[in-house]
């Protein structure tokens, strides 16, 4: 078991720890790492008020000759920190390549990240009260709302980092996430939709929520208890701003991670400078996004969080970097090298990522529109770096035809060849459809970390099916 | 049982006279590959922590409480204490059962090989693994990733139980990709296993090079209705997430289940176990995560639903007792990559391993058997709606069958369906796949939380071109 530190003290830690590896190898780090937090689950039947992943650790990892060696203990103790060092500093590389790591300009930050209700000040009582509240007004609202879940969570993030070239950093990152499903049933059938709302945010998340949001996904619940399977084939589509954000991650953004390049893994390689898409599509990863659910100060290897186009009107402008692929790709480091905790590596990974506003409303997306589907409300995604294949799902949709929004539809698929997806795109919408929002990335099949994403309506093709 | 003992003596003290403690202990090693090289070589890493519940009876519910933490200092496991007692305090629920002691299954969960050279059996595998691949002209890995687990499991409670297990997993993915005139096409193959035996990777490269080189010719299938042969890695995603949903103890309190005892749900061909003391499967044990043995409960019997499974939290609500299916990882199959962090997550009701039975055709008889149809490898995601049992996804590597052969290798496109019947307006309304089976092959493969054959699907519907 673990012994209990304070900040401070994990400091002292990590300085013991760095000065113990800097005179035997090129590089060397060191990342502690404290998740707490509570989680609240309401429904018909249960209230469970519980700990959500609750971790406290160390991670040690030193660079030489082209390959990484590394460690994590939940066993803070000075003795056993300075242990995993010296195993490390002694490691000889099992294979070696000539990839430098560049040197970066040591810093220091110490900083906890604002929010306007700060989590830890609501007693859990109060919270769970809340929730009562919401399940008591989902319930009431419609006697074909058989259950509905609520579930809330709240944890702050701890991360202090110290590397040989000098920074010494610590960040907490408070994240808030809210999502009620109301379980609609009306004879045989059963049926749901969801609110998901969450960021670096606190409490206010909660309190601020509005009664109309909550009708409004009673309401969507109700509505899919009529909803017709979805068409299957090619058509015109529109994204609602979640579906665009989960394009902009899971299918380009994967794409853009620059590990997956240096391992030519990405079918965006031969694209890079080119033209792929529409003019006014812009594509960012954007750290510092405020409120963002993937918004940090700083990586897991102590470089500064920052917005990056990775397309710019329509062409591809630029990758995603830990500080090896840009010492690898000689560029800088763009502060996504990140873990899901100290017992999983670091890779390449995406922050917020959205689509930017274009000029078109809504309106006039479907107007153009003859025989097409409309996507709302995403549930999930999954890459395909190196061959651009795309899937993205959604808990809803509707048909649209002539130029009108027509019958709903309950669970959809959409799949389609990446490039092709964007080279379709040719619509872009406006500014005040922006939104944000929050979710996990896994890399590959794990390494679940916190991500933003979103953006505005965009009319493409793609094939569609049931989901 | 030191760290048990050392937290139920702050218990006493607290006096709380009805709790459970969980802990857990978990070693790794891994190495990362870039190409054909090692990226980075990571271990030990080490993660130890616990889980502390407390339970309130409130007239006839009970309030139940957890908290978990890392740290044995009294001052911490107090914390956590308080932290169970708030939430024991202002929850309620219809009933708890603490498990009584029991005697265990025997039950084969640990590989004696990862257990005492864990960091040698990784470099060992990494390094066979490169060099099977080398010997391959025809595909590069562009990245790999291998694991070992031990883990060390002790759960106590106020009723004396004392239960202990040591258990190991490994487990490989990679990504094999396949060029041609600057065609791109990859195969990304996951494994999650508890015994090396398992692993068969000299077996597994060529069929998973021909998968990679295969891609690369493959086409977007047209829309179409098709018989439809599904490999065990993607019924081992669908089935626990919908069929295994539905068989819930817990789905059935809440009024949700689409499942009554006694009535038919799919073909007579299909009878399906879950089946928690299979020996080497991943959601096998002796105990399940609140003490409780592990057994085998029939849940279809030639088409007709049979059984439920039950916590120690709904068989007291439903007046039963507990079948062994408090877990604290959720069903997906990847849940197993979290295993290290199990004792910070709760206890819900959820299937151990899904077994299908055995048919009597081999996979190859199975596709002599058609005219036209899809063999189905993997898919992209497999993600399925517990709730409405329907599922969508990309197609990631497949064949069409013509003529009772394997013939064009398809990618893109998706395939589509509902498990259980579609619940739409009678007009509308389409049969589920469990309904739709036309062959189960011989032989069955551990897949994820299953234990799985081939199944053939009739009318399955592509979405395509």
Redesign the interface.
Known sequence: ????ISSEGAKDLLAKAVQTMENDVEYADALYERTEGVSIVK???????????????LVLRVYRL??????????LSPARAVE?AKKLAG?E???R?SVKLQELKPWELDEELSVKINPSEVD??EK?EHLRGFHRDVIGRDKRI??ARVAYSDFISERIFANTEGSVLRQVIPRTTLFIVP?A?EG?????DYLSCGGTSGFELVKDLKEQTVKEVVDSSISLLEA??PP???FKVILDQGMTGTFAHESFGHGCEAD?V????S?LL?HFGTRIGFEKLNICDDGTLHGGFGSFLFDDEGVKSKKNYILKNGVLDGFLHERYSASAMNTEPTGNGRRESF?R?LFVRMTNTYVEPGDYSLEEMVEEVDNGVMLVHT????E?P??G???L?CKKGYLIEKGKIGRVL????L???VPQFISSIDAVGRREQFESESGTCGK???DFVPVGDGGVYIRAEA????? | MS?IDSIQKILQQENVSQWDIYVETAE?Y?V?L??F??????????????AVRVMVPKNKKVG??????????P??VKKCLD?AS??AR?????GYAIPRPSRYPNVKVADSKITLTPEAVVNEKAEELVSLLRKSRTVTP??G?LRTYNLSTMIGNSEGLRAEKKETFFYV?L?L?AERE?Q???Y?P?IFVRRLEDLKLAEQIPNWTKLAED?LRAK?PK?MKAPVIFAPQILGNILPNTVGFHCLG?TL????S?LKKGEKMGREELTVHDDGVFDYALGSSPFDDEGTPQTRTTLIEKGIHKSFLYDAMYAA?SNLDSTGNGQKLPAFS?AF??A??KY???PSVQPTNIAVEPGDMSLEEMIATMKEGIYLEQL??S?S?S??T?????I?NAYLIEKGELSTPL???????FLLD???AED?K?PGLLNQISGISRKTLIAGRCITPYIRFENV?????
């Open positions: 078991m673990a012994e209990h429904d018909n039947v249960e209230e469970r008020v519980s700990t959500p992943v609750a971790t406290r650790g082209g390959q990484w060696r590394e460690a994590s203990t939940h066993d995993l490691f590389p099992l294979s390549n859990v009582e769970l058989v259950n379980i049933k045989g059938r059963m049926d749901y017709s399977a299957s084939g090619h997956q240096v391992r030519k893994r079918y031969p017992l590596k549930t999930s995604g999954m395909d190196l061959a294949g795309m899937e799902k309950s669970s959809l698929t799949t389609e060849n590959g099949y794990e094939v569609v099916g049931q989901g | 760290e790794e891994e990362q870039r190409n090289d090692v990226e980075t070589v990571r271990g030990p890493i080490t993660n130890s922590g616990y139940i409480g957890i908290g978990t933490g890392n740290s044995l200092q001052s911490q932290t708030v939430g202002i929850t309620e629920f219809p562009t990245f990733k993915e990504a990709k600057g791109l096409a990859e990304w996951m891609s977007v829309t817990s309190f809440r009024g949700m689409r609500a990847l990559t979290r290290d962090l910070s997550m709760l992209s995601s993600s709606d709730v409405t329907s599922f969508g996804s990309e990631r990618k893109g496109g998706q395939i589509n369906g579609s619940q739409d509308q389409a519907q592509i979405a395509g071109k």
